[in-house]
């Protein structure tokens, strides 16, 4: 059952993720057919561009390039804002400085397994890195987006219900972060947790955007992103042809919630509008070149 339009309904917020589609890519994308992409991308309309990160290149060698990359890019006459991840205080200190960036992305994980393999940190030293980033934004005037990673259960056995999302939920929304994404990390999550989740937080929070990034295949995409529209999320992250997905999570990963299957989905509903299909086309040629 689809819920009436509201204002908190208005409008859908995309943000198109290439960097998680090439993060964990086998062969290195070289840079300039990044920029290519990425300068296709910032041309369909899209609200939010996730297009690198300010990571340890032994980490993460796809994304070593980011520097280079952000120099190249057109966003002159792009509506597309654009947000870099960083694992820790050193990369946010490198992003903040270019002007280009509006959005700061930390993930803080609920998992404290996963905390420490993907940043190198524990849950309570993560604490003081988000306190530390949320400062540098405040200082910098850059918005930081909190991602709850393995937000709706994890692959290692550590502790997982409801009170723990709601617990840490609390603390990021207690230091002032104005946007936090729930993130499927490794695409466990059922609808029903999906709205669950959503629900919870928004009603908890209605001053802060409460976002989504799911991670889904062909079946169930649809059940995941109409749970958390339902349940009021207006915030959605994916990628074109749904790849993509954390290389330090584990080895089998569900892609990204493809981006060309949310599009229509949400155009359909009158909540999405300013794509650009040519744009689009364009992108996704692109990214079959790449992704191949």
């Given amino acids: 059952m689809?819920?009436?339009i509201t204002k908190q309904h208005s409008q859908v917020t995309l943000v198109e993720c290439p960097r998680d589609a090439m993060q964990g890519w086998l062969h290195f994308i070289p840079t300039q057919q990044k920029i290519e992409y990425l300068n296709a991308l910032l041309q369909v309309g899209f609200?939010?561009?996730?297009f690198g990160s300010f990571v340890s290149p032994k980490a993460i060698p796809q994304m070593a390039d980011?520097?280079?990359v952000i120099s190249k890019l057109s966003i002159g006459d792009s509506k597309t804002k654009l947000l870099a991840i960083v694992a820790n205080l050193r990369g946010a200190e490198e992003a903040v400085i270019y002007e280009q960036i509006q959005y700061i992305g930390f993930p803080f994980s609920i998992s404290p397994t996963f905390q420490l393999r993907n940043t190198h940190s524990s849950m309570e030293e993560s604490v003081k890195t988000v306190e530390a980033i949320q400062e540098l934004c405040i200082r910098y005037n850059r918005i930081l987006v909190l991602y709850l990673s393995m937000g709706f259960g994890n692959p290692y056995g550590d502790p997982y219900n409801e009170d723990i999302?709601?617990?840490?939920?609390e603390e990021m929304a207690?230091?002032?972060i104005r946007i936090i994404s729930l993130a499927d990390t490794?695409?466990?999550a059922t609808p029903e947790q999906v709205s669950t989740a959503v629900s919870s937080l928004i009603s908890a929070y209605p001053?802060?955007?409460i976002g989504v990034h799911l991670h889904s295949n062909p079946e169930n995409w649809k059940a995941k992103a109409e749970a958390a529209w339902v349940a009021g999320c207006s915030r959605f992250d994916g990628a074109l042809k749904g790849i993509g997905g954390c290389p330090m999570a584990q080895d089998s990963l569900v892609g990204n919630m493809n981006s060309e299957w949310m599009i229509p989905y949400f155009e359909e509903k009158g909540l999405l509008t300013g794509i650009d299909k040519n744009a689009l086309l364009k992108s996704r040629t692109i990214a079959d070149q790449l992704f191949k």
């Fill in 66 to 68: 980011t520097k280079q």
């Fill in 174 to 176: 207690g230091k002032g």
């Fill in 165 to 169: 999302l709601l617990h840490w939920a």
């Fill in 2 to 4: 689809e819920p009436p």
């Fill in 186 to 188: 490794v695409g466990i």
């Fill in 47 to 50: 609200d939010t561009l996730d």
């Fill in 207 to 209: 001053d802060i955007t």
